[in-house]
């Protein structure tokens, strides 16, 4: 019978129209039976077990009468009242994953093929043990191992929502570096400050974080069995964004009774896709209590939009993309102000100043003023001392897609990779140990850096000390009396490795000639890893074998990219780490359409399979690095 099965299964459910999303959910479960139809074809006779042939032949029973139903609507619940709550609990766990792979192409035609086995690399029509190698196969394959880890963790939809919500209330730096703070507190982090000891805080077992500048943050758990000179298990990304950022003196004279605000472009924003979008402002602000003259930051957003950039139309036969000067052409207008117009002394407003000649308030925007001390509840302008404050757009993130597969945002990268990093850390955190001894002999750590877009050379950037320090000073504060803090720190990253996880490229459609075959990363398909032969990423061999393992014994999915040579490669923070602390080090992120666009584009699960083969990496890098040395 199972011979015979996909044949008959797809004859089966050939008569189905599939209108609705419960009814695309059978055709998946359809795929997921035959998938696991297949791979018993090529076992040994004596595995194909009496109990296994009912099950497939109560299922294909199951789907005929769907099939045969007048509303196939309840083809669903037929078959799973018929299906046995074990395999029913399979089936549902690998709805995501086995069929994610063969549902890609439905010519069951082999793309350029890649040493990962990476996505499309069946059709429906391929048999599963036709996937290359076996040890890459998702969970279905894999297995029993691999199975586990798969349904260990949340399935990668779970993750879906809330990072579409992250994405939309925290626009800026500030706020979402304030936004993992808030949970890793909820989560029982410890928050450290720089500029304190750590030695009596730091404990075995204990999990902490830190800040630097408010835009950067590292996030770390000491293993309960850990000792100094082992090594360190480290994610870092970045939470800038490509953005405009307004100029220590953004008043501007009024222009034909429109009201600009003075801003400067960070890395390559006021780009074409930032014109005619709605654009909200945020950031934090500096704010003297007049009592005891202390200073301190206030988060501010104002979430309607307030400002706007806008083209010229065509038919004044100057071209509106492209050639337009940042500095006169890009200037955002934020409101009205007609008064030159009137004859009363209105326009006296336009040389108004809010707290008096001098302060910082003069030097802004008067109606930006009243909006962002509004939004403070401040009345005393004067104690506004400074602020940072940058533009967004305000159009929430989104699911795209007939069937909402894709995921549509500002801001994407490289907030989506810093986002699943910290999801990764925290899941891993709260679980059992899963290492050999039974405790963790590592330390888990996430760092989350600002100023990436534009160099990283600030002091809260990657090329800053803040990474080296915090390992530094976890490697010191373990250091037993009498020993040599240097050596065992030297030791210390020599154990370590490093994921430098920043956002890639997915193949686009439209553009297939600008990718380099075998090398185009597909969405919802599993983490990239990033080759450069110039050394713009620190993928190497062995990193990438070290991944491979990872991935494996989490049951991922893995893909590879690597630019043309007659294009340009980006770069990371990657290298800059790794070289400073001498340790291993891979580039490995999620991969998205329309890198640096106001808003880009990745897979609705992307998030949530960043966050799952994260959580693997902190779960099992100890007892893999074994294997290594």
């Not at 359809?30 to 696991?36: G, I, S, T, W």
């Not at 609705?604 to 294997?627: M, Q, S, V, Y």
Request: hydrophobic share 40%.
């Amino acid at each position: 019978m199972v011979k015979n099965a996909p044949n008959s299964l797809r004859t089966s459910t050939s008569s189905l129209s599939l209108q609705s999303s419960e009814e695309a959910r059978l055709r998946r479960t359809v795929a997921v039976l035959e998938a696991k139809l297949r791979v018993l074809e090529t076992a040994p006779e004596n595995q194909q077990t009496e109990s296994t042939e009912s099950l497939w032949e109560a299922s294909l029973k199951a789907i005929s009468a769907a099939s045969a139903a007048a509303n196939a609507r309840s083809a669903p619940a037929q078959i799973g009242s018929l299906l046995e709550d074990r395999e029913r609990a399979w089936l549902a766990q690998l709805d995501a994953t086995i069929t994610r792979d063969l549902e890609l192409r439905s010519d069951g035609s082999k793309p350029p093929g890649s040493p990962f086995g990476m996505a499309g690399t069946a059709g429906l029509s391929r048999k599963v043990s036709d996937y290359e190698p076996l040890s890459y196969r998702r969970a279905e394959v894999a297995g029993e191992e691999a199975a586990k880890a798969w349904t260990a963790a949340p399935a990668p939809e779970t993750y879906t929502q809330p990072f579409l919500d992250f994405l939309t209330e925290n626009s800026t730096v500030f706020h979402a570096v304030d936004y993992f703070a808030e949970k890793l507190k909820k989560a029982g982090f410890v928050k450290l400050s720089e500029r304190k000891s750590w030695t009596s805080q730091l404990k075995k077992g204990g999990k902490y974080f830190v800040e630097r500048n408010g835009s950067s943050l590292i996030a770390f758990v000491v293993g309960s069995g850990y000792e100094s000179g082992n090594g360190v298990a480290m994610i870092a990304g970045h939470v800038d964004a490509l953005t405009a950022r307004l100029k220590p003196v953004s008043n501007k004279p009024t222009k034909a009774g429109y009201i600009q605000l003075g801003v400067a472009p960070y890395a390559g924003a006021l780009n074409p896709t930032w014109w005619d979008r709605d654009l909200g402002i945020g950031g934090r602000v500096l704010v003297k209590d007049a009592e005891t003259g202390k200073i301190t930051s206030k988060l501010v957003k104002l979430n309607y939009p307030i400002a706007k950039i806008p083209t010229l139309a065509p038919h004044f036969g100057l071209p509106i993309m492209g050639t337009n000067n940042a500095e006169t052409q890009a200037v955002p207008i934020i409101g009205l102000d007609n008064a030159d117009l009137s004859a009363e002394e209105e326009g006296e407003f336009k040389n108004q100043t809010l707290g008096g000649l001098g302060t910082f308030t003069s030097t802004q925007p008067p109606k930006l003023v009243r909006a962002i001390a509004g939004e403070l509840s401040i009345t005393d302008y004067s104690s506004i001392i400074n602020w940072e404050l940058e533009l967004f757009d305000t159009q929430p993130a989104q699911l795209v897609g007939l069937e909402k597969d894709l995921l549509s945002g500002g801001r994407i990268d490289d907030k989506v990779c810093s986002w699943s990093a910290i999801e990764g850390l925290l899941a891993s955190a709260s679980g059992a140990s899963v290492s050999g001894g039974g405790e963790d002999g590592i330390v888990k750590l996430v760092g989350v850096f600002d100023d990436e877009e534009i160099g990283s050379l600030l002091r809260q950037g990657a090329r800053g000390n803040f990474l080296p320090s915090v390992v530094e000073r976890i490697s010191e504060t373990f250091t037993p009396s009498g020993g040599s803090s240097a050596n065992i720190l030297s030791q210390t990253y020599a154990n370590s490795f490093l994921i430098s996880a920043d956002v890639t490229h997915a193949v686009n459609p439209n553009f297939l000639g600008s990718y380099l075959e075998g090398h185009s990363p597909r969405l919802n398909v599993g983490l990239v890893v990033s080759c450069d032969s110039n050394g713009h990423m620190t993928t190497d061999s062995v990193s990438t074998a070290l991944l491979q393992r990872v991935a494996e014994k989490s049951g991922e999915k893995l893909q590879l990219f690597m630019i043309r040579n007659d294009s340009r490669s980006g770069g990371t923070v990657g290298p800059m780490l790794s070289s400073a602390m001498g340790c291993r080090a891979i580039d490995a992120g999620i991969p998205q359409l329309s890198m640096h666009s106001v808003r880009a584009t990745t897979g609705a699960l992307d998030p949530g399979l960043g966050a799952r083969i994260f959580k693997g990496f902190f779960d099992h890098f100890e007892e893999i690095d074994k294997e290594f040395e």
